[in-house]
C-alpha cells in the first residue's frame, strides 16, 4: 500500500457517510439551512482526508465557491442558456 493511500473498506466507509451527511442536508434545509451548509463541509472534509470524490449524485447540489448546499427555488437559480445547464448560486453569485 502506498504512502497516504487508505484501504478500500475506509474509502467504502467515507463514501456511505458523504451520502448520508448529504441526505440530512437534503431533510433539514427548510428548517436549518445553516445546519446543511454544515453538512457540505463535512462532506468536503471527509472526502479531502480520505482523498475520494464526493458522489456524482450530489456533485451540483452544493456550491463550488461557497460550499453551501444548493436548493432550487429557494438559494440558487437552474437556467437553460444554449443547451447548456447553469446554475447560479443565491450566496455567492457564482455560476456553475
Not at 4 to 18: C, F, H, S, V
Not at 23 to 28: D, F, G, Q, T
Not at 57 to 86: D, S
Request: hydrophobic fraction near 30%; proline fraction near 4%.
Amino acid at each position: 500500500m502506498a504512502r497516504g493511500k487508505k484501504p478500500d473498506w475506509m474509502i467504502e466507509i467515507a463514501q456511505e457517510r458523504m451520502d448520508i451527511l448529504f441526505n440530512r442536508a437534503e431533510k433539514e434545509y427548510k428548517e436549518h439551512p445553516e445546519r446543511s451548509h454544515r453538512y457540505v463541509g463535512l462532506t468536503r472534509k471527509i472526502s479531502k482526508k480520505y482523498n475520494t470524490k464526493i458522489p456524482q449524485a450530489w456533485g451540483r447540489r452544493y456550491c463550488k465557491n461557497c460550499y453551501k448546499f444548493l436548493v432550487p427555488g429557494h438559494n440558487c437559480a437552474v437556467r437553460l442558456i444554449n443547451n447548456e445547464i447553469n446554475i447560479y448560486c443565491g450566496e455567492c453569485g457564482h455560476i456553475m
